[in-house]
């Protein structure tokens, strides 16, 4: 009788204390598995980072909205150009990075503010800037309809540079109709970048220095429909968009080559097309390319096990 009068005690201590501590209920209540987005809102980046929140970019108005992981809320933190917001990417110093699409431009936002600290127009002529990486020294940017590199010196302490480089991309790569140069990721050396073509379904090593491309060995597989690329340990996840199909690939440590270890599926993926990670879980966006966008149009997050 004592041990059970102990433990009702103890359930009633633990029901008070998530009461009373603010935060503390949401975070032992399971976050959710999917989520929604705003209505029309057409996302396709997702970026992770500076606490439990998750940034989607809108290929419709360029619209940055931020979600709270553990309930699923959230809004809109900054408006968009009128513009795409493609590939994201968060650094340590509360910094968002955009890939502008058919903008042909790049953006750099304050995440406290959602100010724009920083805008680049990357190319005049028709583009498609579709992703961007982050290394310790650098942003780069992809292009699916042109062959090259934007990058983005980043100066001692994260200070942007006035203007981009052009890198042009030589090599085994060949662009052909239809989109090209997609997500990017750094190897796992951490030496060379790399990037998908969605067109082609093949994988490419990139020397960022030269812009020098070598095919990375899949051993016949192929990526097509690659989208969003995301790299962890010797871990290459490729999202494969209209597939709906995250390809999940082990990478020599030079990333010269790989092989498909498993495909991941799940019946929520509705055109899927870039990934994150947080905990133990990769969160993903669907795009739903192949239903027509209107304004009333539903969409979502939705996260799985790998």
Wanted: proline content about 7%.
């Amino acid at each position: 009788m004592r041990s059970a009068i102990l433990k009702t005690a103890i359930s009633a201590l633990i029901v008070l204390l998530l009461g009373s501590v603010p935060g503390l209920a949401a975070q032992a209540t399971a976050k959710p598995d999917t989520f929604a987005l705003p209505n029309g809102f057409q996302p396709e980046g997702i970026a992770i980072g500076g606490g439990p929140h998750a940034y989607f970019g809108s290929r419709a108005t360029g619209d940055i909205y931020r979600a709270d992981l553990r309930t699923g809320e959230g809004s809109v933190i900054s408006k968009g150009p009128g513009t795409p917001s493609l590939g994201l990417k968060t650094d340590g110093r509360g910094r968002l990075f955009v890939a502008g699409g058919t903008g042909g431009d790049a953006r750099v936002i304050d995440l406290r503010t959602g100010e724009v600290v920083k805008s680049y127009k990357l190319t005049t002529d028709p583009a498609f800037v579709n992703d961007v990486i982050l290394t310790r020294d650098a942003a780069y940017f992809t292009d699916s309809r042109n062959p090259v590199l934007y990058k983005l010196a980043l100066a001692r302490g994260g200070v942007l540079p006035d203007e981009a480089v052009k890198i042009p991309l030589s090599g085994a790569i060949q662009y052909t109709t239809g989109n090209n140069a997609n997500g990017i990721a750094p190897s796992p050396d951490r030496k060379s970048l790399l990037i998908v073509q969605s067109n082609t379904g093949k994988l490419f090593e990139v020397d960022p220095s030269t812009g020098v491309t070598t095919e990375v060995d899949l051993g016949g597989e192929s990526l097509a429909n690659g989208d969003g690329l995301l790299l962890s340990g010797r871990t290459l996840y490729a999202v494969l968009n209209r597939l709906n199909t995250v390809a999940v690939i082990g990478l020599a440590a030079d990333g010269s080559s790989g092989k498909i270890v498993k495909r991941l599926t799940d019946p929520r993926f509705d055109v899927p097309t870039t990934v994150a990670k947080y905990g133990t879980r990769l969160y993903l966006p669907n795009a739903r390319f192949t239903t027509t966008p209107t304004p009333d149009t539903t969409y979502n997050v939705v996260a799985i096990k790998p």
